[in-house]
């Protein structure tokens, strides 16, 4: 399967600011995935992100507060904004290639202080 | 909509011992469904998927699950536990041409020596 690259691996981040995480995977991807997962927590989808139209968000997640970008089928960021502790979460980054399985990056575990 | 429930969110066995991860699934459609592994402070890895063929899968490490239709489940076994095999184990499910995974709440597995 491919391969996604994620970095940063980890942050420390003062509140109020922004971080932004890339993924690059190692083959095109039509559709790629982002998900927050909170401490002990299972995964939640953040929003799909296709290339050349804006991302379409799951309830409770809003563009000003994740905008995301897709460039090209390889490459996407997703930008935390406006950090708080409740921010403090690992977001993944997935991509899916039709009727096959998806594949994650390593994951960036943030911590807002 | 679709849904997955995992019961028992901590799982405790001895080294030699069977795995079963217990996993039911709500989906108005043919589902997609999928069994992942998480390693501490790593991404996803795939162990195995359903994708409408056999019933019975095989994955990786020695897991295998069955698609039970009749009963909206994807149990997770392995005959032989290794101490290896401790980590968060995910299921997950698609379908009807959705491409984004809705994910279980997760269950911690435990190896005792």
């Known amino acids: 399967s491919a391969v996604i690259s994620q970095k940063p691996s980890r942050d420390i981040c003062q509140r109020g600011t922004s971080l932004t995480i890339q993924c690059q995977v190692d083959?095109?991807?039509?559709?790629m995935f982002w998900y927050r997962q909170q401490p002990g927590q299972s995964l939640t989808l953040i929003a799909t992100?296709?290339?050349?139209?804006?991302?379409?968000?799951e309830s409770g997640f809003v563009i000003d507060k994740f905008p995301i970008s897709r460039p090209n089928l390889t490459f996407s960021t997703l930008t935390v904004s406006n950090m708080s502790p409740e921010d403090s979460s690992i977001y993944l980054c997935?991509?899916?290639?039709?009727?096959?399985?998806?594949?994650f990056g390593q994951g960036t575990r943030l911590t807002v202080v | 909509a679709q849904s997955v429930t995992q019961l028992g969110s901590h799982v405790s066995v001895s080294e030699g011992a069977l795995v079963l991860l217990r996993c039911n699934y709500s989906?108005?459609?043919?589902?997609?469904l999928f069994w992942y592994v998480q390693y501490p402070n790593q991404g996803l890895q795939l162990l195995l998927k359903?994708?409408?063929?056999?019933?019975l899968v095989k994955g990786i490490n020695g897991f295998e699950a069955e698609f039970k239709k009749s009963e909206t489940s994807f149990h997770l076994t392995k005959p032989s536990a290794h101490m290896s095999d401790a980590a968060e184990y995910f299921c997950?499910?698609?379908?009807?041409?959705?491409?984004?995974?809705?994910f279980g709440q997760g269950t911690r597995l435990t190896i005792n020596p």
């Open positions: 997935s991509g899916r290639p039709p009727n096959t399985e998806a594949f």
């Open positions: 083959s095109q991807v039509t559709m």
């Open positions: 992100a296709n290339q050349g139209s804006e991302a379409t968000y």
């Open positions: 989906s108005s459609v043919p589902p997609y």
């Open positions: 359903y994708t409408s063929a056999a019933t």
């Open positions: 997950a499910v698609s379908g009807g041409g959705a491409q984004k995974l809705v």
